[in-house]
Structure formats: C-alpha cells, structure tokens
C-alpha cells in the first residue's frame, strides 16, 4: 500500500457501511516514507494504537490484544443505513378539489417520513405566501380564506432551510355572495 494518512484509513475503517475488523500495521520504508497497511508486508511492521476521538455508537467495539509481543487494536463498527430523501405530501385537502364554507376556512393536513422537532418543522403556503410560522404539527386551520382559486403547498424546514416540499395543489373555495344580504328578499325584474 503506498503512504496514506491515517486519519482517512480511521474514517474508512469505522465508516464501512458493513461490519468489518481491521488491524493497521506501520513501517518505514529505506527511503524513510512510512508506510500503512491492514497486512503486515514486511516482518518489522508495527501495529498502530487509533486514538478514536469521535462519538461512537454502541454497534462499535475497540479490542486491545497481544499477539507475539504486539499490541493488536480491532475496531468493529455497524453503522446504520442512512435515512431516505426527506419527503413531505398533503393528504387533505385534494387537488382540484372544490370547498364550500361560507366561513372560508379550509382545514390542511400532511405527512411528512421524518418526525418533526424544534429544528425539523413544517410550513404553510398559500398563493405564494407564507401563511403562518413554522411549526411541529402537520395540520393547519385556515380561517377567513376569501373565495376563489387557491394554490397550497406545505414545505419541511431543517432550520430555517427547505429540505423538501410538497406538490403544489389548487382548490376552489365557494363562499356565499356578501353582495347582498342573506335575509333580503330578491326583487323580480
């Protein structure tokens, strides 16, 4: 193996995506390049103690052992698949779907593979606005909406910024006339 830095050989030993042991040998070669390998290539080599500073999880294991008089350090380590794309949909109201409220309020519902928190949130926005903060549920009470063509989408902030967004829905949202009031009678022509 040609001179690598140790630190990418740590890395690759503790982030293999399988779980896998690994001892590393050092030496120096007659040119004085050192020189490091998962193989002993010459009978001088000399095992490497790693210094793991970074947080381990509890799938990772270090093994110290002597073998001839030398220290053999193991490092085994799982590490977890890492999460989908985060993803986020309405599931109410439909697209194109028409509403009728005379109150104008429209009651939005999504869903979303990721658990929110206080920095994983969802957003309201309607006609290219937001609509309110950011917040942890993904449902929203709209109220006083004015009649007409509305166009919805729902987006998932990582704090502050947009990891993912729903599709875009349109709804039509009837309301009666305020024109005239409801109890006057109409006039014949």
Do not use: C
């Not at 290539?41 to 210094?51: D, I, R």
């Not at 380590?77 to 028409?98: D, F, G, K, N």
């Not at 999504?110 to 606005?129: F, H, M, P, W, Y």
Request: glycine letters at 2%; charged letters at 15%.
């Amino acid at each position: 193996m040609k001179l690598i830095n140790l630190v990418p050989m740590l890395f690759f030993t503790t982030a293999a995506s399988t779980a896998l042991a690994t001892t590393i040998y050092s030496w120096t070669d007659d040119n004085g390049v050192v020189h490091f390998s998962d193989t002993p290539e010459v009978p001088q080599a000399s095992t490497v103690e790693l210094s793991v500073t970074e947080v381990l999880s509890q799938s990772t294991m270090i093994e110290h052992n002597q073998v001839n008089n030398v220290e053999v350090v193991t490092i085994t380590a799982e590490i977890e698949p890492p999460l989908p794309a985060a993803t986020i949909s309405l599931l109410a109201p439909l697209h194109q779907q028409t509403l009728r409220n005379n109150n104008g309020d429209i009651t939005v519902r999504a869903v979303s593979n990721r658990k929110l928190n206080e920095t994983l949130q969802a957003q309201l926005v309607i006609d290219g606005q937001v609509y309110s903060k950011p917040q942890t549920q993904l449902s929203w009470e709209l109220t006083n909406i004015d009649r007409g063509t509305h166009k919805i989408q729902i987006q998932l902030l990582n704090n502050g910024k947009i990891l993912a967004s729903s599709e875009s829905i349109t709804v039509y949202l009837h309301r009666a006339s305020q024109a005239r009031p409801k109890n006057s009678p109409v006039q014949p022509r």
